[in-house]
């Protein structure tokens, strides 16, 4: 297994991401299994942005931010997966050092900005079910495009500090990332210099985009719980304590993950369990937040059966 590059260091021309190649035989039902849940990705994310634009019913704050959150999936899935699937497939492994850097700074900042806007939503749930009689006029429109650009402002300057710093540090020819994504924490692994900085950097940059965002959200649902416990009806109990708790299984599926691969000590990392465990938050929770977010709901039920008997000119209501 060559990798393309030349005698100059200076001039890089490649990596290897040697991924999942440690295990040969896993590789051929790990393309199968991610095809399949790249392209139920794509489906659930992008009839949501479509239903969500194309029914005016759903032209309400929490369906814009769900439609944020799709579009941020969609984007940040198509910047990983189909890399990983070709590395799956071909025994070279190899990626340009151009699609290396473009993977990492578009990667990242998607990333970061999805760890900001889940922030976002909780705080617009918190509103929409403690605060019932002043949503409409604490969530505006004009605050929910602040928000909104506020989250992807976010991702864009951690991407350009993180990314920058990490694409300074010299490779000494080590050129194999025991990796399947070009990635902070594995990029400075290869470093042949002192990483302090950089690993410091990092730990800052995680407090920032993943503690604190969790610990709203903890805050924020924390306050939801109670709201929902005051609920007289049983039956509406449960079905807003099933709603919170899946949304909550998906939190904490993404940012744990994540806080795993970024949080720990760059010499205390498993690379298998690092491997397995990214592909949670790069594969898994971008398929499953359509259907715990949205597609479960009986809004979006309706509004996609009145927009597809637009479409195909029947009527399905």
Aim: aromatic content about 12%; some cysteine.
């Amino acid at each position: 297994m060559g990798m393309m590059r030349s005698t100059n260091e200076s001039n890089i021309t490649g990596f290897i991401l040697l991924g999942f190649s440690d295990y040969p035989q896993l590789q051929k039902v790990l393309f199968v299994i991610i095809l399949i849940l790249y392209l139920l990705t794509i489906f659930g994310n992008t009839t949501i942005i479509l239903v969500s634009h194309l029914e005016s019913k759903l032209h309400t704050p929490m369906y814009f931010f769900l439609s944020q959150l799709s579009f941020l999936d969609l984007c940040f899935t198509s910047s990983v997966i189909p890399q990983l699937l070709v590395n799956l497939w071909d025994p070279m492994k190899n990626i340009t050092y151009g699609g290396c850097v473009v993977q990492l700074y578009v990667s990242l900042a998607l990333g970061s900005t999805e760890c900001v806007l889940l922030a976002v939503m909780s705080y617009d749930r918190y509103i929409a079910i403690c605060r019932p009689l002043h949503y409409t006029v604490l969530m505006h429109p004009r605050l929910c495009m602040a928000l909104a650009s506020l989250s992807w402002l976010s991702g864009v300057v951690t991407t350009l500090v993180q990314s920058t710093l990490t694409l300074q540090l010299p490779l000494c020819g080590h050129y194999q990332v025991d990796h399947f994504i070009c990635e902070v924490p594995v990029l400075i692994k290869l470093a042949c210099v002192d990483t302090t900085f950089n690993e410091a950097e990092l730990f800052v940059a995680s407090i920032i985009f993943l503690i604190v965002p969790i610990f709203f959200i903890l805050i924020s649902y924390g306050y939801i719980a109670q709201a929902v416990l005051r609920i007289k009806s049983a039956s509406g109990r449960k079905k807003a304590f099933g709603t919170c708790s899946s949304h909550m299984i998906v939190v904490i599926i993404f940012y744990g993950t994540i806080i795993f691969m970024y949080l720990q000590p760059a010499n205390s990392r498993s690379k298998e369990q690092g491997k397995f465990v990214s592909l949670f938050y790069t594969v898994v929770t971008p398929m499953l937040n359509p259907v715990i977010y949205t597609l479960r709901n009986k809004e979006v039920k309706w509004a996609l059966k009145k927009v597809l008997g637009k479409i195909l000119g029947l009527n399905f209501i």
